[in-house]
């Protein structure tokens, strides 16, 4: 683990000399994020989202623990707690605008984590397994955000919920018993709103658990960087503290002054308005929608239309959303291209810019949008051309690309030149 | 390799069929798309823009507006609409003091048990009580009402898009539908018991018309109450019954943001200090 000339901890007094004997936690710390760390020296702000989405799990864990202790997860009195959190409880209001605004947020810097990885492949060997785990985080989260959008009891919760366990209805056979199952009963009601409550309660801590492994995963080969070139000597790397403790300090301060705007002055416009009625299984919404995390994913779900050979349209519709993450983790083995960094890849940067981020707007703005012309028609091309990058175009473009010329090395990305590079020490080019 | 090669061209190929479905799906859209005629909507309004005095980062509310507002949702709404998440321990906060919200409390019944009997009745509210419902159930509210439930209103402005302006602009826009309208959507001509309205998204209501007239309510501050004046109060206090703790919370914003800002200046400084001694010397 780490680099020859990481740094060793050496500690100083008593207190952290029986420490480092009995139990070396000081020494973790040092080791993971302290000063016998080192990481490239060139890391962008796109790698502040790690650190970001860490503290976004914390601010989550704190507020959700604190709401839990004054809400009830009974269908009877669930949108009344909710309302007597808001209302009655000191700072509830605070606590339980934190906790729906930092779902956002989480996701948000979750979102720019993602598209930086692909960006710069980072799910690129030696880091396969990082992005692995990543992706189940990804999934996690969504089921816990999916789970804690049910508790309040609002129209939106209750017909979320149940349009979103109608999908496993869509296996055939024995899809129906599945989503009965799941449910404990045939639509959404008390024995969901407990198991999602205990569940939405639980899977936190196993992200939290996902994460330990995630940047364990990161610690072995250590962080990527823009040129994609790999760390050759210390001269390329910086220990994290300082360095990278200040940066993501600084960047920390910038989310936490947008997640405060939005906390204090915009806390219900990422919601839904429907979910301040309380649930009524008799009255459907003119529109159901999810949390905007997940449009462009329903966006795939509502993209097929028609029927296909044996396969019902919902059925088609099911498999190609769980698809589209999916395919998240053979990506590692789509892509062989040898050089990791969008910069230097000009056909893969077009692909980027003016295939996938543009399909993945319009698939945003086709899932908040009503089921409708022209969304389903844009979504329908924008969920064709999500298959195509990953599966069809990101395969072929690594191998008939020609990439541009690569630095020899992150010092000489940085510094203008290498030592070693001009002696003429390694001229093969380095990946 | 040849195994990654076959990862790979079988990927090529659910990539190709995922992409030929959606499209398939897309060109028989498309084809209805342009063959059938589009369901339309019907033409209803955005709510006006109103001036309130909590709107923005600044707002706080205008207590008088609030008091007014109160009224007119105790002398006109609260006969159908109930208001269950408000206490009136809450009035306080409208500027009344202990014994008025006694008194207030008081003069309405809320439900009870006889104390001698144990049978079901109704007693004087206290301040800990919360506003009663006047419908002892669903059942006999939608009797009361052509079938339809008159909704509880604590969440009301919340629970609508621009929901305070949506409310102030849905009770003082009652009309006639014009020509213009039943001619291109015969639809839209109100069934019986329906009413005119709009802003309502489908243009028929089952409320009629509330506020009709000048001085439905009186006003103890004096201002004039005409239907527009009834409904942007109503709406006020509306906003107020919806999030109590609106002003408390953009007051408490101002703080956190400023020591934020400090914080994040303060935290850019230190990393340009920090990372001067790694930046690139030029010689």
Same mark, same amino acid.
């Given at each position: 683990?780490?680099?020859? #000339? ?58 959700? %623990? ?42 948000? %810097? ?48 209750? #017909? ?32 969901? /709103? ?11 801590? %196993? ?81 159901? %929608? ?100 990953? /599966? ?13 010329? /690569? ?25 | ?14 990539? &190709? ?23 339309? $909507? ?10 309130? *005095? ?5 707002? +706080? ?19 159908? @609409? *109930? ?23 008081? *003069? ?49 402005? +919340? ?11 849905? =009770? ?12 291109? @959507? ?9 009413? $005119? ?5 489908? &243009? ?55 020591? =934020?800002?400090?914080?994040?200046? &303060? ?14 010397? +030029?010689?």
């Amino acid at each position: 683990m780490s680099f020859p #000339w990481a740094k060793e901890y050496a500690p100083t007094n008593g207190v952290t000399k029986f420490l480092d004997e009995k139990l070396p936690l000081p020494r973790l710390v040092y080791n993971a994020v302290g000063a016998g760390y080192p990481v490239p020296r060139n890391l962008s702000y796109f790698w502040n989202f790690g650190v970001l989405a860490g503290f976004f799990l914390v601010v989550q864990i704190v507020t959700g %623990v604190v709401l839990a202790m004054h809400y009830a997860a009974n269908a009877q009195v669930a949108f009344a707690t909710t309302e007597h959190i808001m209302r009655d409880v000191n700072w509830g209001w605070m606590m339980r605008y934190a906790h729906a605004n930092g779902a956002s947020f989480f996701f948000i %810097v979750i979102y720019l984590h993602i598209f930086r990885g692909l960006f710069y492949s980072s799910y690129k060997a030696p880091r396969e397994m990082i992005w692995l785990l990543g992706v189940v985080i990804f999934l996690l989260m969504m089921a816990t955000a999916f789970m804690g959008y049910v508790l309040p009891w609002g129209q939106m919760s209750f #017909w979320g919920a149940k349009v979103i366990t109608g999908l496993f209805g869509a296996i055939p056979v024995v899809g129906e018993p599945i989503q009965v199952w799941l449910l404990g009963g045939f639509a959404p009601d008390n024995a969901a /709103l407990n198991r999602f409550f205990s569940l939405h309660f639980l899977l936190p801590f %196993v992200i939290a658990g996902v994460v330990i492994l995630h940047i364990w995963a990161l610690h072995i080969p250590g962080s990527s960087n823009p040129t994609g070139v790999e760390v050759k000597s210390e001269s390329d790397t910086l220990p994290f503290h300082p360095y990278y403790t200040a940066k993501d300090g600084f960047g920390l301060g910038i989310a936490l002054l947008l997640f405060f705007t939005m906390v204090f002055f915009l806390p219900n416009a990422l919601g839904h308005p429907d979910n301040y009625i309380e649930a009524n299984p008799l009255s459907t919404p003119a529109h159901i %929608v999810p949390e905007w995390y997940f449009w462009p994913f329903y966006a795939i779900l509502r993209a097929f239309t028609v029927d296909f050979l044996f396969f019902p349209a919902k059925l088609l519709g099911v498999i190609a959303m769980f698809g589209s993450i999916l395919v998240w983790f053979i990506l590692p083995w789509l892509d062989k291209s040898p050089v990791r960094s969008g910069h230097y890849r000009p056909l893969f940067r077009k692909f980027f810019w003016f295939g996938l981020i543009p399909a993945m707007v319009v698939l945003f703005i086709c899932g908040g949008a009503p089921a409708e012309e022209p969304y389903v028609m844009l979504s329908q091309i924008a969920t064709a051309y999500y298959f195509l990058h990953f /599966l069809v175009i990101l395969p072929i473009v690594g191998q008939i690309e020609k990439s541009e010329p /690569l630095p020899y090395s992150i010092t000489e990305a940085v510094l203008g030149s290498d030592k070693k590079a001009v002696l003429g020490e390694n001229t093969t080019p380095a990946v | 390799m040849t195994k990654l090669l076959s990862i790979r061209l079988v990927a090529i190929l659910v990539g &190709l069929g995922f992409a030929l479905i959606a499209l398939y799906s897309f060109v028989l859209g498309a084809y209805a798309w342009m063959t059938e005629e589009p369901a339309g $909507h019907l033409p209803y309004e955005e709510p006006r823009d109103i001036a309130f *005095s909590f709107d923005g980062p600044f707002g +706080k509310w205008d207590i008088q507006q609030l008091q007014r507002g109160f009224k007119v949702y105790d002398e006109v709404c609260a006969a159908c @609409h *109930s208001l269950k998440f408000v206490a009136f321990r809450d009035l306080e906060q409208l500027g009344y003091d202990e014994g008025q919200v006694k008194a207030f409390a008081a *003069s309405k019944q809320v439900p009870g048990i006889d104390p001698n009997t144990g049978e079901a009745t109704t007693r004087p509210g206290l301040p800990t009580d919360y506003f009663p419902d006047p419908y002892p159930n669903n059942v006999a509210a939608a009797a009361a009402n052509n079938n339809a439930i008159p909704p509880d209103l604590s969440l009301m402005t +919340k629970a609508r898009g621009d929901g305070v302006n949506y409310v102030a602009s849905l =009770l003082s826009g009652y009309s006639e539908p014009t020509a213009e309208l039943l001619a291109e @959507h015969p639809e839209a001509a109100p069934g019986p018991g329906l009413y $005119h309205n709009p802003y309502f998204p489908n &243009l028929n209501l089952a409320m009629a018309p509330p506020l009709t007239t000048t001085g439905q309510v009186t006003y103890d501050d004096g201002t004039e109450a005409t239907v527009e004046q009834m409904s942007t109060d109503v709406a006020a206090f509306l906003a107020w019954t919806a999030e109590p703790t609106m002003v408390q919370r953009k007051q408490t914003g101002w703080p956190v943001l400023i020591f =934020l800002l400090f914080a994040t200046v &303060l935290a850019y400084l230190s990393k340009q200090q920090i990372w001067a001694a790694a930046k690139p010397k +030029k010689d």
